[in-house]
């Protein structure tokens, strides 16, 4: 059975840092395309930042510059460090690894409130 467990979220000041993670158990990330994504109240599921299974990242327009996404895969483990939070970040962060006919998998998300 495949799992997802994100932990790392939280409550922080504007400005301030946090860095997710996200493991994975009965599959093995190095197959996958791995992804962050976000959805907030009232609103769409996003996506915030993906890498691939050869290590090319792509970071959502808007969080350019403030977030960095990488992976370990012996740890079998994928990471969103997002430094200088804003109010606008505030959501659920939801961590996804799909491949093809290999499956499409989430998590049951994190949550990350932004406030002063």
């Known amino acids: 059975q495949v799992q997802l467990v994100e932990s790392g979220g939280g409550l922080v000041q504007p400005g301030g840092s946090l860095r997710l993670s996200c493991t994975g158990s009965?599959?093995?990330?190095?197959?996958?395309?791995l992804g962050w994504y976000r959805q907030a109240p009232g609103k769409q599921r996003e996506l915030v930042a993906r890498?691939?299974?050869?290590?090319?990242?792509n970071i959502a327009d808007s969080m350019k510059g403030r977030f960095t996404i990488s992976k370990d895969n012996a740890k079998n483990s994928v990471y969103l460090q997002m430094n200088s939070l804003k109010p606008e970040d505030t959501a659920l962060y939801y961590c996804n690894a799909e491949y093809r006919s290999f499956g499409d998998y989430w998590g049951q998300g994190t949550q990350v409130a932004v406030s002063a």
């Open positions: 009965g599959i093995i990330f190095g197959i996958y395309n």
């Open positions: 890498i691939t299974r050869g290590g090319s990242t």
